[in-house]
């Protein structure tokens, strides 16, 4: 019987919480890499496509019918939902406004 391996598939928060974890000064890309069970290729792999564009690499934009989502305000939202929305915004520029600094 064939031993064929499956690709595995990671969430986007996983792979930002991989990134972040990997670019602190007190660890290697070795260590983060034996810890998840993940190749360092890939890892570099999400810390350049992070570099590049940011926390928004990680966020999948398609639903799972395979059409683009629409992102934005969308009639009916709550208030609660919008807050909650502003919060995550939030929380993500504070993390890319640490990132140039971390990535040296």
Same mark, same amino acid.
């Given at each position: 019987?064939?031993?064929?391996?499956?690709?595995?598939?990671?969430?986007?928060?996983?792979?930002?919480?991989?990134?972040?974890?990997?670019?602190? &000064? #007190?660890?290697?890309?070795? +260590?983060?890499?034996?810890? @998840?069970?993940?190749?360092? *290729?890939?890892?570099?792999?999400? !810390?350049?496509?992070?570099?590049?564009?940011?926390?928004?690499?990680?966020?999948?934009? &398609? #639903?799972?019918?395979?059409? +683009?989502?629409?992102?934005? @305000?969308?009639?009916?939202? *709550?208030?609660?939902?919008?807050? !909650?929305?502003?919060?995550?915004?939030?929380?993500?520029?504070?993390?890319?406004?640490?990132?140039?600094?971390?990535?040296?």
């Amino acid at each position: 019987m064939n031993d064929i391996s499956q690709r595995r598939h990671f969430t986007p928060e996983f792979k930002l919480q991989v990134v972040l974890e990997s670019i602190q &000064r #007190d660890t290697t890309i070795e +260590a983060v890499s034996r810890k @998840y069970g993940i190749a360092s *290729s890939v890892i570099n792999r999400w !810390r350049r496509e992070f570099k590049a564009r940011g926390a928004d690499i990680f966020t999948d934009k &398609r #639903d799972p019918k395979g059409k +683009a989502k629409a992102y934005g @305000y969308k009639p009916g939202e *709550s208030p609660d939902d919008l807050k !909650r929305i502003i919060g995550e915004l939030t929380v993500q520029n504070e993390i890319l406004k640490k990132v140039p600094g971390l990535l040296g």
